[in-house]
């Protein structure tokens, strides 16, 4: 699977991306919503997983907003360390992973996403 990996934090970014290669994932990572965009624009993906509390101009309810517009169906964990505001609109194929994690937590988000 090819998964999109937003994070700001490069040691967060380098953990969950080399768990994913470890499971056998192709990683592509995004550390600002407009790299994101532009990846998911231009490069077939098949899950994301994004930040909630990205340090960027653009917020990241927006960016969710912004992928369900180019994919209705695309599959999306979103890692916070806060409970998400009501801003945030979950919908059947989303769902939010508090952080900390580990990689048994993320390989079952993405198992119950992509089942």
Do not use: W
């Not at 009501?86 to 119950?112: N, S, T």
Request: aromatic residues 2%; glycine residues 6%.
């Amino acid at each position: 699977m090819r998964i999109l990996v937003i994070e700001d934090d490069p040691q967060i970014a380098v953990n969950i991306s080399a768990s994913l290669e470890d499971l056998g994932h192709r990683i592509v990572e995004a550390d600002t919503v407009a790299e994101a965009l532009d990846v998911i624009r231009g490069e077939p993906i098949d899950l994301v997983i994004s930040d909630l509390g990205l340090a960027d101009e653009i917020r990241a309810e927006t960016f969710l907003e912004a992928v369900r517009t180019l994919h209705p169906t695309m599959p999306i964990i979103v890692a916070t360390g806060l409970e998400p505001d009501e801003r945030l609109e979950l919908d059947d194929r989303m769902l939010v992973l508090m952080k900390p994690y580990g990689i048994a937590d993320l390989e079952g988000a993405i198992a119950r996403l992509t089942a």
